[in-house]
């Protein structure tokens, strides 16, 4: 009874949740309740109705059916058994409708209430709709039927009750399965709803970063596992909990803590996007370097709902890049020693007339493969230095002299060889850049060309001006480039299949450095190139011309 007194009243408990018993007895007591106020409005208005036989059964019937709805056990019977209920609700209003007559008018609407209840039942519509239509009648023929001799006229009359309670019963039923419907469709969103979340709660605990999200107020509403480890890197010694401007945040590479409006919560807070910007969680051998990105995501009216800030621990990362960059810088300082003292002793005997024709031979061939081991030293230890340094100086160079130095300077190696050098030169082409850069951009270039190619072969540098660009191409008549290979030898330790099989040493960082360089100046590098055939290399820099680059110039032609 408490259960259903606080549905009635308070409506604190889904109807859904009460047991079979209950919700019986819930939807017969609006009937009941009714008809105890049609015997009290009777009572005043007309005492002697309520001995009348009819009236008097209807109301006992509907107190056997209220209480046959509190006693039978619902629960162990089938579903519809309850519907057996409102149809016998009919024969307690039919009754009351037939002793109140010529005092009280239109008590067959209370038949609405076991209507209601068959319609909202959410059984088969056609079967309840014929049911309501047929108790219907029943209720209101069966007194005209019993006193017998009633026109024809007088049955039609009576069939607007019938017809309002049948429209009812359509309406209820309807407006019941629509909502049946709605619930399904609901309730299917909130299990993929729920689904989704837990898959990606999965995903946020699984992934190796850290993921915190913040709301507009910048205050913590998600946090995974790995951020929580994260955390606790950076609290102080000896804390278990601390706010945000006691945590140890460092710029990476410094023992500086950086300020609370620069570090990633504070410039995510106001509005700044973070992109794998680095920084330094605790000290000592617990600390650990971590990227941190940030975005802002926004709600489903547009507006700013917070910012999520993803760490990646790279701690092992950058250790290890380290320990390559000084690897590689220790290993070719200690080549370059011993290489700088062979090629300089080479050379001092070299110049002794003294030396047979065979050893003099012997000597040059000794002092080009050092001096080609040197080179690939360059190469590595160019490779370690990740980036183009800001304090480079660049000055105003002509392309074209450089170039011209650059095939003097393989002359001795192209006779060795037996390739011929040959420069088309289109005048003067000053560019901006550092010096140091393009001239290894145009030796890697000529002695490429002269290493892939054949004796008797030819190498062409040509100069020219192509627009606002200063354009060298080195062309040679070599072994060429396969077509699948192109791609990617400008990729840092990569060699074409050719060169693989032609047994041609080399580290595969020269031309990616050359790559590299180029872009930093502004320019390009490409490669056009067919097996058999040789291979054309173009190396194209922004012409030195104040106040107008290249790519403002093509944007005014177009």
Same mark, same amino acid.
């Given at each position: 009874?408490?259960?259903?007194?606080?549905?009635?009243?308070?409506?604190?408990?889904?109807?859904?949740?009460?047991?079979?018993? /209950?919700?019986?007895?819930? /939807?017969?007591?609006?009937?009941?309740?009714?008809?105890?106020?049609?015997?009290?409005?009777?009572?005043?208005?007309?005492?002697?109705?309520?001995? &009348?036989?009819?009236? &008097? /059964?209807?109301?006992?019937? %509907?107190?056997?059916?209220?209480?046959?709805?509190?006693?039978?056990?619902?629960?162990?019977?089938?579903?519809?058994?309850?519907?057996?209920?409102?149809?016998?609700?009919?024969?307690?209003?039919?009754?009351?409708?037939?002793?109140?007559?010529?005092?009280? #008018?239109?008590?067959?609407?209370? %038949?609405?209430?076991?209507?209601?209840?068959?319609?909202?039942?959410?059984?088969?519509?056609?079967?309840?709709?014929?049911?309501?239509?047929?108790? /219907?009648?029943?209720?209101?023929?069966?007194?005209?039927?019993?006193?017998?001799?009633?026109?024809?006229?007088?049955?039609?009359?009576? &069939?607007?009750?019938? $017809?309002? $309670?049948?429209?009812?019963?359509?309406?209820?039923?309807?407006?019941?399965? #629509?909502?049946?419907?709605?619930?399904?469709?609901?309730?299917?969103?909130?299990?993929?709803?729920?689904?989704?979340?837990?898959?990606?709660?999965?995903?946020?605990?699984?992934?190796?970063?850290?993921?915190?999200?913040?709301?507009?107020?910048?205050?913590?509403?998600?946090?995974?596992?790995?951020?929580?480890?994260?955390?606790?890197?950076?609290?102080?010694?000896?804390?278990?909990?601390?706010? *945000? !401007?006691?945590?140890?945040?460092?710029?990476?590479?410094?023992?500086? &803590?950086?300020?609370?409006?620069?570090?990633?919560?504070?410039?995510?807070?106001?509005?700044?996007?973070?992109n794998h910007e680095m920084y330094r969680l605790g000290?000592?051998? *617990?600390?650990?370097?971590?990227?941190? !990105?940030?975005?802002?995501?926004?709600?489903?009216?547009?507006?700013?709902?917070?910012?999520?800030?993803?760490?990646?621990?790279?701690? *092992?990362?950058?250790?290890?890049?380290?320990?390559?960059? #000084?690897?590689? %810088?220790?290993m070719s300082h200690e080549f370059r020693t011993p290489l700088t003292s062979l090629l300089g002793y080479a050379e001092l005997l070299l110049e002794d007339e003294s030396l047979s024709t065979s050893a003099r031979s012997d000597l040059r061939v000794m002092s080009r493969n050092a001096r080609h081991l040197r080179k690939m030293v360059d190469d590595i230890l160019a490779a370690s230095v990740e980036g183009s340094s800001p304090d480079v100086r660049r000055t105003e160079l002509d392309l074209a002299e450089l170039v011209r130095q650059a095939a003097v300077s393989a002359a001795p190696d192209a006779e060795s060889r037996g390739i011929a050098v040959r420069i088309e030169d289109d005048g003067e082409l000053p560019v901006v850049g550092d010096k140091t850069g393009i001239v290894r951009i145009l030796d890697n270039l000529v002695s490429n060309a002269l290493k892939y190619s054949e004796s008797g072969a030819l190498v062409t540098l040509t100069t020219e001006r192509d627009g606002w660009w200063a354009v060298c191409r080195v062309r040679d008549e070599g072994i060429g480039i396969p077509p699948e290979d192109l791609e990617r030898i400008f990729t840092r330790f990569q060699r074409s299949s050719a060169a693989l099989r032609s047994g041609i040493p080399g580290t595969g960082l020269g031309l990616a450095l050359a790559h590299e360089v180029a872009t930093q100046h502004g320019g390009r590098l490409e490669c056009t190139s067919e097996v058999g055939v040789g291979s054309v290399f173009t190396l194209r820099l922004p012409l030195a011309r104040a106040g107008v680059s290249p790519n403002q110039s093509t944007a005014a032609e177009e």
């Open positions: 009874m408490d259960k259903l007194l606080d549905v009635l009243l308070l409506g604190r408990r889904r109807f859904g949740a009460l047991g079979p018993r /209950s919700r019986a007895v819930l /939807s017969q007591l609006p009937l009941n309740l009714t008809l105890l106020l049609v015997f009290v409005v009777l009572a005043f208005a007309d005492p002697h109705a309520l001995t &009348l036989p009819p009236f &008097l /059964s209807g109301q006992i019937v %509907a107190l056997v059916i209220l209480l046959l709805c509190a006693v039978v056990p619902w629960g162990r019977l089938p579903e519809w058994c309850v519907l057996a209920i409102p149809l016998l609700d009919f024969v307690a209003v039919g009754l009351v409708r037939t002793g109140a007559t010529g005092v009280l #008018s239109g008590l067959g609407l209370l %038949a609405v209430f076991p209507v209601m209840w068959l319609a909202g039942s959410g059984r088969r519509l056609r079967l309840v709709v014929a049911l309501c239509t047929f108790a /219907s009648l029943v209720m209101v023929w069966t007194p005209l039927l019993a006193i017998g001799g009633s026109a024809p006229h007088t049955f039609v009359a009576e &069939l607007v009750v019938p $017809l309002m $309670l049948v429209s009812v019963a359509v309406a209820m039923s309807v407006m019941t399965l #629509s909502g049946i419907a709605q619930q399904q469709r609901v309730e299917e969103l909130l299990a993929r709803s729920e689904t989704r979340q837990r898959l990606l709660d999965t995903v946020l605990e699984t992934v190796d970063v850290g993921v915190l999200v913040i709301d507009d107020a910048g205050t913590d509403v998600f946090m995974n596992s790995r951020q929580r480890q994260l955390y606790l890197t950076a609290l102080p010694p000896g804390a278990a909990r601390a706010p *945000e !401007s006691e945590l140890l945040v460092y710029r990476d590479g410094t023992d500086e &803590l950086v300020p609370v409006e620069e570090r990633p919560m504070g410039r995510a807070n106001a509005g700044e996007e973070l000290r000592g051998p *617990e600390a650990r370097t971590v990227s941190i !990105s940030a975005r802002a995501f926004r709600d489903a009216t547009g507006e700013l709902a917070g910012t999520v800030l993803a760490c990646t621990d790279v701690t *092992e990362v950058v250790a290890a890049v380290r320990a390559r960059d #000084s690897f590689l %810088a220790a």
